[in-house]
C-alpha cells in the first residue's frame, strides 16, 4: 500500500506542477453544466418527472462528461506521454513494475472526476437550489465503474497511439461524438431513429442511463446499461493489457 500512495503522490504532484491538463479536463465539463443551468436550469422536466427542473438532472449531465474526458484524454494523452517518455519502460524493471505506475495514475484521475463532478454539483446547489441525489450510496460505484471503463478505453487509445498527439487527435475525434448522442448536452429523442439506435449501443449514453435512476426518483433501474459497463470495462481492460504489451516500448 505504501509504495502504491507513494506513487500516487508523485502523479498527484505532476498535475500541479503543470496544471494546464488537468485544469481543462475540469474546466471543460464544468462550463458546459453551468451553461446549461444559465440557458434552461429553471425549466420544468416534463410530467414524466413532475416537480423536477432541468437543473435537478443536471448532476447526472456532469458525471457523464467528467466521465468521458477525463477518462478519455486524462488515460489517453496521459498514457502515451508516459509511453513517449519511457516512464512505463523504466517502471517494469523496478520491483512492482508499470502496473503500479498505472494504477496509481487511474486512481488521481479518478479522483480529479469526483472532485470537478462534486464541484459542478455545489455549484448546481448553491445556484438553482438542485436536488439532492436520490440514492448517492449507489452513486458512488456506479460512477467508479464508469470511470474504470472509461479509464480503459482510454488506456487503449494510448496503446494505439504513436504520439500524445496523435492520442489528443483520437481522442478529439471520439470524444464529441460520444457526448452528443450520451444524451448529456441535450437529449437524443427528437434525433432520427437510426441515431438514436446507434446512440443506445455507445458507452457515453449508456453511463448516462445507469447514473439517472440513482440521481432522479420515479425512475427504473437500467440493469442493461450495468451489464453493458461491465463487459464493456472487461472487453477494453483486455485490450488495453494485449495492446500494450505488443509495443516495445512499455
Not at 468521458?68 to 496521459?78: D, K, N, T
Not at 436520490?134 to 467508479?144: D, F, K, T
Not at 441535450?186 to 439506435?197: E, K, M, N, T, V
Not at 449514453?205 to 440513482?214: D, M
Amino acid at each position: 500500500m505504501k509504495p502504491l500512495m507513494l506513487q500516487f503522490r508523485n502523479q498527484a504532484l505532476g498535475f500541479l506542477r503543470e496544471p494546464q491538463a488537468a485544469i481543462f479536463n475540469v474546466l471543460v465539463p464544468f462550463m458546459i453544466v453551468l451553461i446549461q443551468a444559465l440557458a434552461f436550469g429553471k425549466d420544468e422536466i416534463g410530467s414524466e418527472l413532475p416537480g423536477y427542473r432541468i437543473v435537478d438532472a443536471l448532476g447526472v449531465n456532469a458525471g457523464v462528461m467528467f466521465t468521458m474526458i477525463i477518462g478519455l484524454f486524462g488515460m489517453g494523452v496521459g498514457l502515451s506521454s508516459m509511453i513517449e517518455a519511457r516512464t512505463l519502460a523504466g517502471a517494469s524493471i523496478r520491483p512492482y513494475g508499470a502496473g503500479l505506475v498505472l494504477r496509481a495514475y487511474a486512481l488521481v484521475l479518478l479522483l480529479m472526476v469526483l472532485i470537478g463532478w462534486t464541484a459542478s454539483y455545489f455549484a448546481l446547489r448553491l445556484g438553482w437550489q438542485a436536488r439532492w441525489p436520490s440514492n448517492p450510496l449507489a452513486l458512488i460505484p456506479l460512477m467508479i465503474l464508469s470511470v474504470a471503463m472509461f479509464l480503459m478505453i482510454g488506456a487503449c487509445i494510448a496503446a494505439v497511439s504513436g504520439t500524445p498527439r496523435g492520442a489528443q487527435g483520437i481522442c478529439s475525434a471520439a470524444f464529441f461524438p460520444l457526448l452528443f448522442l450520451s444524451g448529456a448536452v441535450f437529449p437524443i429523442d427528437p434525433f432520427p431513429s437510426a441515431l438514436q439506435a446507434v446512440a443506445r449501443w455507445l458507452p457515453g449514453y449508456r453511463v448516462s442511463e445507469l447514473l439517472a435512476p440513482v440521481w432522479v426518483e420515479g425512475q427504473s433501474f437500467d440493469w442493461i446499461s450495468l451489464v453493458y459497463v461491465v463487459i464493456m470495462l472487461i472487453v477494453a481492460g483486455f485490450a488495453a493489457r494485449r495492446l500494450l504489451a505488443c509495443r516495445e516500448d512499455v
